[in-house]
């Protein structure tokens, strides 16, 4: 990629070097340590699914008695499958039945006994990672069939709460040009500690994430993908407290991308950093697998904290979502790195910051699926200024040469806006991108002008705060309120309880596949 701001090579490796160092300490704990979201994740790739009369999923159920009996420091799969080979049982939703009522006993098996239910489970798990590998290659043959979109790709939110509603109006914006289709989470759900069954009707500001609404939603964009003639992609939320299982559901029912940050629900949904870091490891782990294009939430920083004080901390996330990536086996075209355009558009030469800080994200991370957010924090309901602040957002978007293009809605305070609106959005970055879709091309700061010292500020920054968080660790930087003003300590917000760690022979069948000791057969 043509450079245009003259980055000093060294100082953009210093970035990175430092941004890994600060990295390695969280990634050694996630290797040490498990989840009760993580042993769950493992028994949904064995093909668990259903729920009891209360709607609690079998998953829950099972893991929860095993942890109530052995415990899970050794994983879940060594004491569910010697069970299910000892007990008889047709098979794991049988198991977990019985389990619930108390009719199990469950141990952690040794000698022969373990050695049979390893091989079982990873039986088992090479089913479900067949299913996965067979949708990556699905997707690819669904590409050449249609035809891929022409970047930037278009997105737009779906978030009606009724999956049977979402699915005709996520087919509506795709014929009107989106590209990718997001079917935003009903409010709270991050919050659960379980994943809803079957299709759902009732979310609120959204649509629960659940493997049948996945499936729908695919089959129904599928059909319009074969009507247009262009693959459209389906987008949902991999986060939370049962981030891992999403994330395998995801990769089972063929979603291509996932909204995926390294701090997002630490921050803006209060669960424990360390739950976060260790659920958010294995699930980056899957994507990697089904070729899943993560989706990370910088640009949610710059909705608490200031969009010009606060643009180095945007780079720093980045830099850190970046090296959680790739150590999770994600390749830099699966990097959906998130950014906004967010600064007050009172502020004297906004459109110029504007244009720096999205350059500069552009050459940090020249192969990345750059995702660029619209301006929300200073829409007003003076929907002629928001309609025009979309337009010289989707320009920037343009000139700059961001991947994704997220649209904004002139009556952004709405949730779920009007069919109308989101037309005349798609119609607003669809003729900025006709029209000015070149002009990156001729895009050249003046050299040692504004846009590139700026540019060169916030890089500096970014490296300031990098060698801050060496000193006093990531998980300190975050207590402190590093990361848009809010504080969250290592021991505090929901779900610590679910972290367990790892005994010396702990096993889990997935990792076997994911991270290369063993092929899928």
């Not at 609690?56 to 415990?71: C, K």
């Not at 009719?103 to 079982?120: C, I, L, M």
């Not at 980056?284 to 004080?309: C, K, P, S």
């Amino acid at each position: 990629m043509q450079t245009r701001l003259n980055l000093d090579p060294a100082v953009v490796r210093e970035a990175r070097e430092l941004a890994a160092r600060a990295g390695q300490p969280i990634v050694d704990m996630a290797r040490t340590h498990t989840t009760v979201s993580v042993e769950r994740a493992v028994l949904r790739l064995a093909g668990l699914q259903g729920a009891d009369p209360d709607g609690m999923p079998w998953v829950n159920r099972l893991a929860d008695a095993i942890r109530e009996t052995t415990g899970l420091e050794r994983g879940v799969a060594l004491p569910a499958w010697d069970a299910l080979l000892s007990g008889g049982y047709d098979d794991l939703a049988a198991l977990a039945d019985a389990a619930a009522q108390g009719k199990v006993q469950f141990r952690s098996p040794v000698g022969d006994d373990a050695r049979r239910a390893r091989a079982a489970a990873s039986a088992a798990l090479a089913t479900g990672f067949r299913r996965i590998d067979a949708n990556r290659a699905r997707r690819q043959q669904m590409i050449e069939e249609t035809a891929e979109p022409r970047k930037p790709w278009i997105y737009l939110i779906v978030a009606t709460g009724d999956i049977y509603e979402d699915i005709p109006q996520a087919q509506a914006a795709a014929r009107e040009g989106a590209d990718i289709i997001a079917v935003i989470r009903s409010t709270g759900q991050s919050l659960l500690d379980y994943v809803p069954e079957g299709a759902t009707r009732e979310g609120f500001a959204g649509t629960y994430a659940t493997q049948e609404n996945f499936r729908l939603m695919r089959a129904a964009l599928d059909e319009t993908s074969r009507e247009l003639g262009r693959y459209v992609r389906l987008t949902n939320y991999a986060s939370g407290l049962c981030m891992p299982e999403i994330a395998s559901l995801a990769g089972l029912e063929r979603l291509d991308m996932m909204l995926n940050d390294c701090m997002y629900g630490i921050i803006f949904r209060d669960i424990n950093p360390r739950r976060t870091f260790i659920d958010q490891r294995f699930s980056r782990q899957i994507h990697a697998r089904a070729g899943i294009i993560i989706n990370t939430g910088e640009d949610n920083y710059l909705t608490t904290a200031d969009a010009v004080d606060a643009a180095h901390t945007v780079v720093v996330s980045q830099l850190m979502n970046e090296f959680f990536g790739k150590e999770a086996g994600l390749a830099d075209g699966q990097l959906g790195l998130g950014h906004a355009f967010e600064i007050n558009p009172a502020v004297p030469d906004s459109f110029l910051l504007e244009l720096a800080h999205a350059q500069l994200v552009r050459e940090l991370f020249p192969d990345a699926p750059l995702k660029y957010m619209p301006p929300t924090k200073h829409m007003t309901g003076n929907v002629f200024a928001g309609y025009l602040l979309d337009a010289f957002f989707n320009l920037c978007g343009v000139m700059t040469d961001q991947s994704i293009i997220l649209i904004g809605m002139m009556t952004e305070g709405i949730h779920t806006p009007f069919l109308s609106d989101r037309d005349l959005a798609i119609e607003n970055v669809r003729y900025v991108r006709d029209a000015a879709g070149r002009l990156g091309e001729s895009f050249v700061p003046a050299p040692g002008g504004f846009i590139e010292q700026r540019a060169k500020q916030v890089l500096q920054e970014s490296i300031g705060l990098l060698r801050r968080i060496n000193d006093d660790g990531l998980l300190n930087a975050i207590a402190d309120g590093t990361f848009g003003i809010t504080r969250r300590p290592a021991d505090g917000g929901r779900g610590l309880d679910g972290v367990i760690a790892r005994a010396d022979d702990y096993f889990n069948p997935a990792s076997k596949f994911l991270e290369g000791e063993e092929a899928a057969q």
